[in-house]
């Protein structure tokens, strides 16, 4: 696939997920609740779009950020090399990621502690010296860098669940268990119980046909009683 084509598909991802970190949460938790194994062939491609777009996708989720506060005296790399695309997943690479975020999404909706992956980076602050014509210009006299070493994350089954862990430190209390039909979902309102609404009124529904059954059945248990005992009667009468 040629680049602007590959773009293209990018694009239609973001179109399917949103930007929005809530958005993207909603996106795992629809991993979670989809079975890969069950997809047609175009929507299987669509969630392989959508993966690669999850794992390219340069965001603010650094984990040692550069605080914005003071741009001028922190370092700000300006010739980083454009980074290719990923190629998309495969199944495999998908199942992978989809057991790795189960298990932190359903551990959080049903009250349990979690935890994420574990990465093991190096990090360390450089002070670079500022030349002395920049400095006269009105530079700091030190310009600081915030390294970050580790082992380049390369694999989906690495890059998608930090994400889905970097999104959750601000998200965690929102993932819940639907009482409704029990699935995982993401609440927009704290006092959300159910995933959707259609899924509140259709139990809602459930209940009240089952409280009208259980009536039923108790009047129509003791009808049969009543009609039992007048029998018995009926019949210590003929002797
Ligand atoms: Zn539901």
């Known amino acids: ?46 969630w ?35 980074r290719s695309l990923p190629n998309l997943p495969a199944l495999e690479d998908m199942q992978e990621v989809r057991s790795a975020v189960t298990q932190v999404l359903t551990d959080l909706a049903d009250g349990r502690d979690t935890d994420g992956p574990r990465l093991y980076a190096e990090y ?30 390369i694999l989906y089954s690495e890059t998608l ?13 929102k993932v819940r268990r639907c009482l409704g039909c029990k699935q995982i979902f993401v609440q927009l309102k704290k006092t959300r119980k159910y995933c ?14 089952k409280r009208r059954k259980d009536l039923e059945d108790k009047k129509l248990a003791s009808k049969n009683q009543k009609q039992d005992r007048r029998s018995k009667g009926a019949v210590r009468g003929k002797k």
Request: hydrophobic share 35%; charged share 30%; net charge positive.
């Open 48 to 82: 392989k779009e959508d993966f690669r777009a999850m794992e390219c996708e340069d965001s603010d989720l650094g984990i040692f950020q550069r605080p914005s506060e003071n741009d001028v005296r922190y370092w700000k790399p300006n010739n980083l090399p454009v």
């Open 196 to 209: 959707e609404s259609r899924c509140q009124a259709r139990t809602s529904m459930q209940k009240l046909r």
């Open 161 to 173: 669940p930090i994400r889905l862990a970097l999104l959750l430190e601000r998200h965690a209390e």
């Open 124 to 153: 360390y602050v450089s002070f670079k010296k500022t030349s002395v014509s920049d400095e006269k210009r009105g530079l700091p006299r030190y310009q600081i860098m915030r390294c970050e070493i580790g082992q380049p994350l």
């Open 1 to 46: 696939m040629n680049q602007p084509d590959a773009q293209k598909t990018l694009s239609a991802a973001w179109t399917r997920i949103h930007h929005s970190e809530w958005n993207q949460i909603a996106w795992f938790v629809r991993l979670v609740n989809t079975d890969m194994t069950k997809l047609s062939e175009g929507d299987l491609l669509k």
